[in-house]
């Protein structure tokens, strides 16, 4: 855990409470996504991302982190960038180059699968 960053947020009981709700319900289901975001589903179903991530209602991995509610993260990569449409791009780009010892590897996806796995990781919220 030596390369993870930790952020707390300190929130009134109300504002905490709603946050909960919000985190233990399911993604959005998937006839109200974008094209782009559905060709990111797709590309998420077929390149291996459903073996190590967990999304409800999508996949079960068990090794990384769960992906629900990616989109309303305010860091990626074990906290150790802004979680922003570069920052994530450059991640799928090449997570073991931006974070050297990350366990999740270059999967070579092409341009066009990184931007659409952006817009679909990022419609989860």
């Given amino acids: 855990h030596a390369n993870m960053r930790f952020r707390a947020f300190v929130q009134s009981p109300t504002d905490f ?11 959005a289901p998937e006839a109200s996504l974008t094209a782009i975001e559905s060709q990111g589903l ?8 459903i073996a190590c991530h967990t999304i409800d209602g999508v996949s079960a991995g068990v090794l990384g982190p769960s992906l629900n509610h990616f989109g309303n993260r305010s860091t990626i ?4 960038l802004d979680n922003t449409t570069e920052n ?26 990184i ?3 952006v817009a679909y990781l990022q419609s989860l919220r």
């Fill in 115 to 117: 931007t659409a796995l």
């Fill in 42 to 49: 797709s590309v998420y179903r077929s390149r291996g991302c």
């Fill in 77 to 80: 990569a074990g906290g150790i």
């Fill in 88 to 113: 994530l791009t450059a991640w799928l780009r090449d997570p073991p180059g931006v974070k050297p010892g990350s366990l999740m590897q270059n999967f070579q996806l092409t341009e066009d699968d």
């Fill in 17 to 27: 409470d709603a946050w909960v709700t919000n985190q233990t319900s399911p993604p």
